[in-house]
Antibody
């Protein structure tokens, strides 16, 4: 079955960096984008970005531009999220999730491609405190 | 960026009730809308994709509808395990934004 296993909790000081891993199993790693999201304590879900494991291409939300790097190692089916210049408001549970796609038939004007996050890691708590 | 607004922010209901949550997009997103359920301490789980398609393994008491800017998620008969937080998410372009969530409580 599809599984995403994330690395353990981390405690970091302000200004430091953190690297969270997400190891995939049970499916073809290169065939599905991996998204990263985070959830601050008691708050909602915030999307960080995605990586295409096949090409290494990435897309980051503007809020994290310049501070975030997503990478992958296909040989060990693992994706990574690295976040730099940590501040206290980066304290959150970080999730990886697999994107599944469904291509619909083309109409006169469009060829809809539906995507959703069908499998999630268990989450990695990152705490930033001095 | 497309913004997603959910209402209400919280909702009280009882086992057996029929409940409906709503989600509004700041611009038309066709049917590029997904719904997720999150229970405390757990990762979210997808319920509905493409506005109205039931994810495999999700009970049929869950249903979704809508297109354009207005969407809804309905639970036809609440079960004890349904008390959770529900999020909508758009997948209209290469980015992805979630609504702020609706907490369903007893």
């Amino acid at each position: 079955q599809v599984q995403l296993e994330q690395s353990g909790a981390e405690v970091k000081k302000p200004g430091a960096s953190v690297k969270v891993s997400c190891t995939a199993s049970g499916y073809s790693f290169s065939g599905f984008y991996i998204h990263w999201l985070r959830q601050a304590p008691g708050q909602g879900l915030e999307w960080v970005g995605w990586i295409n494991p096949k090409s290494g291409g990435t897309n980051y939300t503007q809020n994290f531009q310049g501070r975030v790097t997503m990478t992958r190692d296909r040989s060990i089916t693992t994706a990574y999220l690295e976040l730099n210049w940590l501040q206290s408001d980066d304290t959150a549970v970080y999730y990886c999730a697999r994107e599944t796609r469904r291509q619909e038939s083309c109409s006169d004007t469009s060829c809809p491609l539906y995507t959703w996050l069908d499998s999630w890691g268990q989450g990695s708590l990152v705490t930033v405190a001095s | 960026d497309i913004q997603m607004t959910q209402s209400p922010s919280s909702l009280s209901a009882s086992v057996g009730d029929r409940v409906t949550f709503t989600c509004r997009a700041s611009q038309s997103i066709s049917t590029f809308l997904n719904w997720y359920q999150q229970t405390p301490g757990k990762a979210p789980k997808v319920l509905i994709y493409a506005a109205s398609f039931l994810q495999s393994g999700v009970p049929s008491r869950f249903s979704g509808s809508g297109s354009g800017t207005d969407f809804s998620l309905t639970i036809s008969s609440l079960q004890p395990e349904d008390f959770a937080v529900y999020y909508c998410q758009h997948s209209y372009n290469s980015s992805s934004i979630f609504g702020q969530g609706t907490k369903l409580q007893i």
